[in-house]
DNA sequence: AGATGTATGTTATATTATAACAAGGAGATA
DNA sequence: TATCTCCTTGTTATAATATAACATACATCT
């Protein structure tokens, strides 16, 4: 049997994966985060974390403003907002700038500055860990300047989109 | 006479710099830019690239137009977007995403995917070149993703700025 | 029950950006 | 010179994103 070659993976949002135990893993961390900081976790939090978990798709605020009318929550801007925010803060999700637009964090529990691939066919976006990233921050602080925070967001296209286009 | 050791810049915007030459010669790119392009040079592109040159200082598009009124120039959104527009494809200007605020082009000519450093207490921004920043892009494309582009914001403290938190 | 703190709800508005169409002006050409 | 074409600028309206400020509800502790 032969060895497998070592690969580079950008993430397994662009992959086949085990959704329904990659959702439930997430909330279930979400969950005990939420229990160890004695954070409340209510339906409305729950439901938001839901929606972003939901295809790894990332959701604009106005969106889950829709998706929480439709499920009987209220949805005037701020209360998407805040629990937005709070899932930030909390490291469950990220704010993607160049779509505006929210997703759930893919190896939450730890703060870190996220890398972010962003298929700009698809708008599938994947959460890659730093090291695999090519870049080093250590190396970005300079002689004139404190790094404290990175955006980083690489634009292309995923391997889907990719053989689509060559077609 | 000794040598002096070698030293990372994050760039002349957090330094001293002979910023009337710095004016002058980036005004005289684009201007040669727009000839060898045949583009027009008009007042207003003009007016707009000044703004930005004059302190390095990111501006937003509203604050542009309040400028652009006081020069006497019209000022509904429009116009300055399309303005910035014509800069950013020229390569003359970029866009600020952390800030939604747009600088000029600290190396203008080719078109690149530009690293900035953004200080976080004075707002004032540093566009590095990509072998300084401690990326490589090449190693960011991976098997899953072809990188065709790359938004790329440090946020921290500039020198001046850390002195005065250290205080 | 009352006090406190946090979450949610509501109203209004700020900020950033674009769509769609009209008018003006420079240069080419008949 | 007239008019055609192309590009720039001007105008009106509105879309999209986000926050401020304040009111209410609800849980938990006492």
Redesign the interface.
């Given at each position: 049997m032969k060895k497998e070659p070592p690969?580079?993976?950008?993430?397994k949002i662009?992959?086949k994966h085990n959704h329904n135990a990659c959702f439930n893993d997430s909330m279930k961390a979400f969950q005990k985060h939420c229990v160890q900081k004695n954070l409340k976790l209510t339906p409305l939090r729950s439901k938001v974390f839901e929606f972003l978990l939901r295809d790894h798709q990332p959701l604009g605020a106005y969106q889950i403003l829709d998706m929480l009318r439709d499920s009987g929550f209220a949805s005037t801007p701020p209360i998407a907002y805040r629990v937005l925010d709070f899932l930030i803060e909390q490291g469950f999700a990220h704010k993607i700038?160049?779509l505006n637009a929210f997703v759930a964090c893919s190896h939450p529990g730890s703060t870190h500055s996220p890398t972010f691939?962003i298929?700009?066919k698809c708008d599938k976006v994947?959460e890659i860990d730093e090291k695999?990233?090519?870049?080093?921050?250590?190396?970005?602080?300079?002689?004139?300047?404190?790094?404290?925070?990175?955006?980083?967001?690489?634009?292309?296209?995923?391997?889907s989109c990719?053989t689509v286009e060559a077609t």
């Open positions: 690969q580079k993976y950008a993430s662009f992959k700038k160049r691939m298929c700009r994947a695999d990233s090519g870049i080093d921050l250590k190396k970005a602080t300079s002689f004139d300047f404190k790094v404290e925070e990175a955006v980083i967001e690489f634009i292309g296209l995923c391997t990719v």
